[in-house]
Each structure stands twice: as structure tokens, then as C-alpha cells.
């Protein structure tokens, strides 16, 4: 297993090479001549292409997956010499934006040019996917390859993405040590009279300063005992004595996502928020325990809310105990009843138990882990067992 301080940035070839033989397996088995994707997770998993430029809504971009040979780029002219210091050697470009005809006839062509044994190509069109170009030029490229159809691949996207290699691993582990380090530091930075917003900027700032590319998503909500929320935060509310202040952060390393959280409790915790951080942390180790391979998504769902409902949980508003991680902050599957999806070695998941303790109080407690041949691997640092607690 690789030295966390000594993570490489970017991949071999042999990465994408192998990441380009699997989708070709699995197009194979599910009688495609090509898969087209067009999404910034998509096109960086392919090439290694990787630049704040997705930001910019303008213009589209596409990567042909053949069914035998290299990806080939189809991409606005402005992406070619970013793309250029990738494996990928087959690129197409037009001088984009030209709205009458952003890229259409270069894919068009593309697809048409490629051998037609099945007459199917595949784009991921499911959940937690999306077609980045317009439908009205989506359904021109549909018109245009015919009779040759245009088929769901998400569930190979899924098979792909969703098992990670060792470099793969040794980013997210990176982008969890920058983050535990930062959370371990912050108490020294809290005091009682700051804000959410401050609180969550001073995390925010220590895991850049630590070797973090960016922090997109570092989010606070805060209440007295307890928090009704914890996707709207950071706010303006000011942290005073008996609140508990959850703080959830996103780090990226090298395009690679951690997601997990810290709760903190300020001058005093009472007897109900106790409990609930005891109940949650225990559901956390039993979900973590429980991650084992030929285990499912719904096991550890069920282990996990086994143990809240037996802490008098009243119920959960999140929707799901944990999901997938890697490219992206939240990945497939998740942890929620009855999701079957079997546990593999190589999976990045998060163990993440949440309920309302009482009327309009949350307590969540997230870690991440990936699956191993035995017990997970905690690639975050686990949690301390007792609430932090600022009393200044």
C-alpha cells in the first residue's frame, strides 16, 4: 500500500489503459460499438484531463470510447493542448462556441466512421448522470447515426467507477489525512462568540494550507442541543453556550473527494446531544464493522439503523446511511434500505448514520472507509469517542 505522504500527482498510462480495457469488456457484454460521454467525471476517468474550465457552461465536450483502440476527443479548440499532455492522441476540435453547430457534425462523423457491429452506442442517461449538450443537439446526433440507436450504458459507468484502483485509493486516503488534520487542529481555532461562516472558512483555510487543491464543499449548521439542517449552512448565527456545531467538508486532492464530518459542542453538552453523538458513533462502528465484502449496501444500512432506532432515534431525513466516493463528493450506491448492490474490495464508500433525537435536533457522524478482503480500511481518522468541547 502506498506512503500517504508520498502520493503522485496525475496517473500512468497504464491507469487509463486499464480503464479503457474494462469498458471494452463490459461494452462487449452488453453489445455496444461505442459509449459517448460528455461529463467532467466521465471525461477526466478516460484521459486524465483535469481543469477548472468545466465551470464555464458554454461549451460541450465529448470522449468516444471505440469498441476496440484508444478514447477519442471531440472538444472545443480552446481544450486541445490541455488535452494534448494526456494518453489521448486522437483529437477532433472545432472553434467553439457556435451554437448553430457546437461540435454536432464532428461527433456525428466520429460515430459514424466507427465499425458497426451492433449498431448501439451507449451514453449514461440513468441516475446520478446527465447529458451535457443541449437536447435539441443530443436528438440531432440521434437522428443523424440511425438506424444505429442510442442506448443507457450508466450501468456501465457504475461497474467502472464504482471499484477503485490503489492509485485511486491512495488520493482519497490523501485528501482524508489533509482533512482529519484540519478537523484535529480546528478546536484550537473554535471559541464561543465566532460564527458558523467563521468556523467553517478557519477549517477551510488550515486544509488548504495542509496541501488541499480545493475545498468545494465545507458546509456548518449549528442550534442549541442539537441542529435542524446540515446542507444550508454556513451562516451568520452566532455560536454560543449549549450549541452543537456540525461541520461536513468535501477536501479534493488531485481530483479525488473526501467527505466525512465532526460535531462540536460549545460551554456545555446536554444530556439528549450526548446520547445521540454516543448512538451515532456507535452506528458508525457497527456500519464499519459490518463493511465487508458479500455484505450489501442494504446490510449496512440495516446494522447501522438497528442501532440508532435501539438510541430512541424518532427517524432520519437524509434518505440514505452512506454512499460511494471518488471522483465525485457523493458516488452509487448507497447505503439504504434495500439497495442490494454486494460489497467489493475496492470500494470507497461512506459510513455515515444520522436521526433526529428530538423535534428539530439532527446528530450525523460520517467516516470513510474502502473495502478490503477483511475488515475496511478507515482512510478518514475516526472521530474522537467524546464530543469536542469548546469551552471559551
Not at 94 to 115: C, E, I, M, N, R
Not at 284 to 307: E, F, K, N
Request: glycine fraction near 10%; charged fraction near 25%.
Amino acid at each position: 500500500m502506498s506512503n500517504v505522504s508520498r502520493v503522485v500527482r496525475g496517473f500512468p498510462q497504464s491507469e487509463f489503459e486499464m480503464r479503457c480495457e474494462r469498458a471494452q469488456r463490459l461494452m462487449a457484454n452488453n453489445k455496444l460499438d461505442a459509449m459517448l460521454v460528455m461529463t467532467e467525471p466521465e471525461v477526466r476517468y478516460f484521459t486524465g484531463f483535469k481543469s477548472h474550465f468545466w465551470q464555464s457552461p458554454t461549451r460541450p465536450w465529448f470522449i468516444v470510447v471505440p469498441a476496440e483502440g484508444k478514447p477519442i476527443a471531440i472538444i472545443p479548440e480552446i481544450g486541445v493542448a490541455g488535452m494534448q499532455t494526456t494518453w489521448i492522441s486522437d483529437i477532433e476540435s472545432w472553434p467553439a462556441p457556435v451554437p448553430d453547430d457546437d461540435g454536432v457534425s464532428l461527433l456525428q462523423k466520429v460515430l459514424g466512421d466507427l465499425p458497426k457491429k451492433f449498431g448501439r452506442v451507449g451514453v449514461p442517461m440513468g441516475h446520478e448522470t446527465e447529458i451535457r449538450m443541449s437536447l435539441l443537439d443530443f436528438r440531432k446526433v440521434e437522428r443523424a447515426i440511425a438506424p444505429a440507436e442510442i442506448v443507457d450504458a450508466t450501468d456501465i459507468k457504475r461497474r467502472l467507477r464504482v471499484i477503485k484502483s490503489e492509485l485511486e485509493i491512495d488520493k482519497t486516503r490523501r485528501a482524508c489525512t489533509i482533512a482529519s488534520d484540519a478537523f484535529e487542529a480546528l478546536p484550537s481555532r473554535l471559541k464561543m462568540g465566532m460564527t458558523e461562516r467563521e468556523a467553517c472558512h478557519a477549517l477551510k483555510i488550515d486544509m488548504l494550507v495542509r496541501g488541499a487543491d480545493d475545498a468545494p464543499f465545507v458546509v456548518g449548521s449549528s442550534g442549541p442541543g442539537g441542529y435542524d439542517d446540515i446542507i444550508m449552512g454556513p451562516r451568520d448565527r452566532v455560536l454560543a453556550d449549549s450549541d452543537v456545531l456540525i461541520i461536513d467538508t468535501g477536501a479534493i486532492y488531485d481530483g479525488y473527494f473526501c467527505d466525512f464530518d465532526r460535531n462540536f459542542a460549545f460551554g456545555h453538552v446536554d444530556d439528549a446531544a450526548k446520547k445521540a453523538y454516543d448512538t451515532v458513533f456507535a452506528a458508525t462502528d457497527a456500519g464499519i464493522a459490518a463493511a465487508r465484502p458479500g455484505a450489501t449496501h442494504h446490510d449496512l444500512w440495516s446494522t447501522m439503523w438497528g442501532v440508532l432506532e435501539a438510541g430512541g432515534a424518532l427517524g432520519e431525513s437524509v434518505g440514505r446511511l452512506g454512499h460511494g466516493l471518488g471522483i465525485q463528493l457523493t458516488e452509487g450506491p448507497s447505503n439504504r434500505e434495500g439497495d442490494m448492490t454486494v460489497l467489493e474490495p475496492g470500494m470507497v464508500i461512506t459510513i455515515e448514520p444520522g436521526m433526529c433525537f428530538a423535534p428539530g435536533k439532527l446528530m450525523v457522524h460520517e467516516e470513510n472507509i474502502v473495502i478490503r478482503d477483511g475488515e475496511a480500511e478507515l482512510l478518514s481518522r475516526r472521530a474522537a469517542p467524546e464530543m469536542p468541547l469548546i469551552t471559551e
